[in-house]
């Protein structure tokens, strides 16, 4: 027996904003990111909804890319202070994910961050709020998935907090949040949902629902992504691409992920590359690598028209180049010497990662490291 795990609630496109209305409770605590929520009216909207729904709110804001878990705690002071029965994470990602964690930490102020990285070992939440996520990228899912990406910045290490505790009650998904995004997010976090789409598709875990988000969600974004990042006012597209995001959310919530995640977490917490930007350098190659024992790119490469896993790590490199992102990590200006001086590192720690634990291909500490060192290069990986 299988459980399809997914948001409690699902309000989708343009305008289900308003949503926020029909909200029942106390008071809500709205986490959210730097300016751009405040800066696209976004905010002071959803404080109005909530407001005429008869909640009191209290607004947690300046959370950081790649949220801390220092911001975590801080952040569920500051709850305990308020007792809010509602917890909303508005904007990116990392808003989301910080306000999970938040959340955590609201209703057990003594739990340990170090245990919690541990999967599914988070214990039972709503006891004092529930959850509401409103994404304004289109990528990480994070608004139907048990997943919360947290930087130890001491260690220099992400942790994705594995556990279906941190699903949302309530995901609002709505384009015209998303309407101001700069292209350069538009793009890396399009090809996360790419990433997440291709990791689903092919994990270790058989799920028909997953499956079939993933696919719709791969077709999706092909269609789509380029004209989201060339015409950002093109509210169809946004609203599609925030629609692909979730397909493939719920479809790795089921199915998880594999070890271009678990590749992309290292370089992220050590050299601040954004997650979607590195995903898109590690996924061709990871294809390659997985096609040694995976049957099942050639499905995907069906989707776009394509034929084999080739075709289809080479339609994502086109469409990498098409929406303007980098194809090597050393295009972000790391120097070969610091790379190497961590490549031991992070490559033990990408083994560990969670998301290793359900690649298609059981790897060990060599691959991982031939895939970092092709893909720090740009150069086609054939191991």
């Known amino acids: 027996m299988s459980k399809l795990f997914i948001a409690g609630e699902v309000f989708h496109g343009a305008g289900s904003l308003e949503e926020l209305k029909n909200i029942k409770g106390k008071k809500a605590f709205i986490v959210t990111g730097g300016n751009s929520m405040r800066k696209s009216g976004t905010l002071d909207r959803s404080i109005a909804f909530l407001h005429e729904a008869g909640l009191e709110t209290f607004v947690f804001d300046g959370v950081e890319e790649d949220p801390s878990s220092a911001t975590s705690f801080r952040g569920a002071d500051a709850m305990r202070a308020f007792e809010p029965d509602w917890i909303v994470g508005l904007g990116g990602c990392s808003a989301i994910d910080a306000a999970k964690m938040m959340w955590v930490f609201y209703e057990y102020p003594d739990a340990d961050f170090d245990a919690l990285v541990k999967p599914f070992t988070v214990p039972r939440l709503r006891n004092k709020a529930k959850f509401i996520a409103i994404p304004s990228t289109s990528g990480t899912g994070t608004e139907t998935t048990g997943l919360a990406v947290i930087t130890d910045r001491e260690k220099g290490v992400k942790y994705p907090i594995v556990s279906y505790e941190l699903t949302p009650d309530i995901a609002i998904v709505d384009g015209e949040v998303c309407a101001s995004m700069p292209a350069h997010i538009t793009a890396n976090t399009g090809l996360d949902a790419l990433t997440h789409c291709v990791e689903a598709y092919v994990s270790n875990i058989d799920d028909n629902y997953a499956d079939v988000l993933a696919k719709g969600g791969l077709e999706i974004v092909f269609n789509n992504l380029k004209e989201a990042v060339n015409n950002p006012t093109n509210i169809r597209a946004r609203q599609n691409m925030h629609d692909a995001s979730f397909m493939a959310g719920l479809a790795f919530n089921n199915a998880w992920l594999g070890i271009v995640h678990s590749l992309s977490h290292q370089v992220g917490a050590l050299y601040g590359i954004p997650h979607g930007a590195a995903n898109a350098i590690f996924l061709p190659n990871v294809i390659r ?27 994502i490199e086109t469409l990498r180049k098409e929406v303007n992102n980098i194809a090597s990590i050393k295009e972000f200006g790391i120097s070969k010497a610091d790379w190497e001086k961590n490549i031991d590192y992070i490559t033990n720690n990408a083994l560990l990662d969670p998301c290793t634990g359900f690649n298609p291909r059981v790897p060990v500490l060599q691959d991982l490291k031939d895939i970092y060192n092709a893909c720090y290069e740009g150069v086609v990986f054939n191991g």
Do not use: C, H, M
């Open 289 to 315: 690598y997985n096609a040694k024992v995976s049957t099942r790119f050639p499905d995907l490469a069906k989707v776009i028209g394509k034929e084999t896993a080739e075709e289809l790590a080479q339609a």
